[in-house]
């Protein structure tokens, strides 16, 4: 079927007349007869019988009528849907992050999002860094945040910011009145780390061996948060990620130990699948995060 052919017969349905639907159209009204007889004679039946004043619709036409609304109400649908796509008024956002940066910085830029673009399918996954690139590349995942680099040609891997590593202690520790610390006297204190396998982990012990040092673990702990619960029990000191106790330094629930020549910082990688068209969603997302950055909320 020729659907310029059908989208005549459609005006002519709407109207009843062949001259008013040429006028929609904005084609003369030989050409619609020219066209909705062609559409007959492939059709090999009669659509409208031609009246001295309009036409008529014949039952093949009355059919033929009902599914030219549905087929041209749904190519309307589109249209506007599209238009509601790319001005933010509709679509899916799915990111994926390492767990310190999903569970302590990317959801106050997330509820930054949803505030702007409310019509916004949002989704937040936590993954370690292999897994956000496979998820990239089949497609199920629109934006990755990874604490390391992803090697693969396939995935845009680059540095978005910073993270900056500091050492804590419990408010009353012994070292909480000092006002700057060594690193020497800090390594002597006893010290939670996080299990073999954390990249903080390695980064901290890289960083102090670097300088001739290392720790005495009083502890092993598989998460941040229970690292943070053993500092404010008294149980030693730790070195983490500043975006992981901001609000507990706020609240004085911990204090940041002003530790000299204590640099220690990794980057923090926004990852995209080269090959994948980014909607007006993933624009929006990725510019509201390039501006977090800039004006960090920690």
Known sequence: MNFGHLAVFHAVAQTLSISRAGESLMISQPAVSKQLAQLERNLKTVLVDRLPRGVRLTASGELLADYSRR???????AVRSLAELAGLSRGRLVVAATPTIGVYWLPAVLVKYRR???????RMEVHPTSTIARL???GSVDVGLAESAVEDERIDSRVLMKDRMVAIAAPNGPLS????VSLEELCRQPFIVREVGSGSKSLVERALAERGLKVTPAMSL?????IK???MEGVGVAIVSEMAVHLEIAAKKLIKLNVQNLRIERDIFLTLAREKHQSAAVGAFLELIRAAVC???Y
Do not use: D, N, Y
Not at 116 to 122: K, Q, S, V
Not at 222 to 226: N, R
């Open 71 to 77: 087929i041209f109400g749904l190519a309307e649908e």
């Open 295 to 297: 004006k960090p909320h």
């Open 229 to 231: 619960r053993a500092v």
């Open 222 to 226: 598989g998460s941040t948060e229970a």
């Open 136 to 138: 990239l590349i089949e």
């Open 116 to 122: 702007a673009h409310p019509g916004i399918e949002m």
């Open 177 to 180: 009145r000092k006002r700057r």
